[in-house]
């Protein structure tokens, strides 16, 4: 059975916010539950999300949603140990588009 990996304790960072506007577009819209809000990355290559999980987590489906036009062309999933470096897990394609994507990992 699926469980959710994000909880109150999981440590989130981002690549960057739009326009440094951390009230309107920051990292806290992107767990909240509201379909009005949403973390806005600014423009550029390689935007990123890290989470830092209270545990150690074995994470088997992604699950994301992007503005329609804004949407990643790859995604890549990677993950490491306390303290270690990261390996590649798993990169998948999202479609440019504003529905829920969700992408098994292998």
Request: charged share 25%; net charge negative.
């Given at each position: 059975?699926?469980?959710?990996?994000?909880c109150?304790e999981?440590?989130?960072?981002v690549?960057?916010?739009l326009?440094?506007?951390?009230?309107?577009f920051g990292?806290?819209?992107?767990?909240?539950?509201?379909?009005?809000t949403?973390?806005?990355?600014?423009?550029?290559?390689?935007q990123?999300?890290?989470?830092?999980f209270?545990?150690?987590v074995k994470?088997?489906?992604?699950?994301?949603?992007f503005?329609?036009?804004?949407?990643?062309?790859?995604?890549?999933?990677?993950?490491?140990?306390?303290?270690?470096?990261?390996?590649?897990l798993s990169q998948?394609y999202?479609?440019?588009n504003?529905?829920?994507?969700i992408?098994s990992?292998?």
């Amino acid at each position: 059975m699926a469980s959710q990996l994000i909880c109150s304790e999981t440590q989130s960072r981002v690549s960057s916010v739009l326009n440094r506007d951390v009230k309107q577009f920051g990292k806290k819209f992107m767990f909240d539950c509201n379909e009005e809000t949403c973390w806005n990355s600014d423009q550029g290559d390689c935007q990123w999300v890290l989470l830092e999980f209270p545990r150690s987590v074995k994470v088997s489906v992604v699950k994301l949603q992007f503005q329609g036009g804004f949407s990643a062309k790859t995604c890549r999933l990677e993950g490491c140990c306390k303290d270690g470096d990261f390996t590649e897990l798993s990169q998948f394609y999202p479609e440019d588009n504003n529905c829920l994507q969700i992408s098994s990992l292998k």
